[in-house]
């Protein structure tokens, strides 16, 4: 003797598959009819995208994902990547220019305060 469970599993199977063709013809008419509703607003989107990203095609700021934090020796890193990207040559070249610029810029303007004095 079957128990209940069986027979409503049993019962909704079979409801399913008589009504599978039914549910899928209405989702396909769904479908069709919500495409042709809003294809104007789709395609307007569309374009509008494009022109906003077509001149961006290749360039950096497309392949970052939301969580790229962009450094100021131009380089890019995440959160959980920051330690590494620090000590990469990239970035170690960026401080060690700083470094310099700010060496001349300190010598020059002290020298140029001597000569005021």
């Known amino acids: 003797m079957a128990t209940y469970n069986e027979n409503k599993y049993e019962s909704m199977k079979k409801y399913r598959e008589k009504h599978r063709d039914e549910y899928l013809e209405g989702r396909r008419k769904y479908s069709k009819l919500h495409y042709e509703n809003h294809k104007e607003e789709k395609r307007k989107k569309s374009l509008e995208y494009y022109h906003n990203t077509k001149n961006l095609k290749g360039s950096e700021s497309l392949r970052l ?33 700083i470094q310099t610029s700010t060496i001349l810029h300190s010598s020059e303007s002290g020298s140029s305060s001597t000569m005021i004095a």
């Open 65 to 97: 994902s939301p969580s790229s934090i962009l450094c100021e020796c131009e380089g890019h890193y995440t959160m959980k990547n920051k330690s590494q990207h620090l000590k990469t040559k990239k970035h170690q070249q960026y401080l060690e220019k």
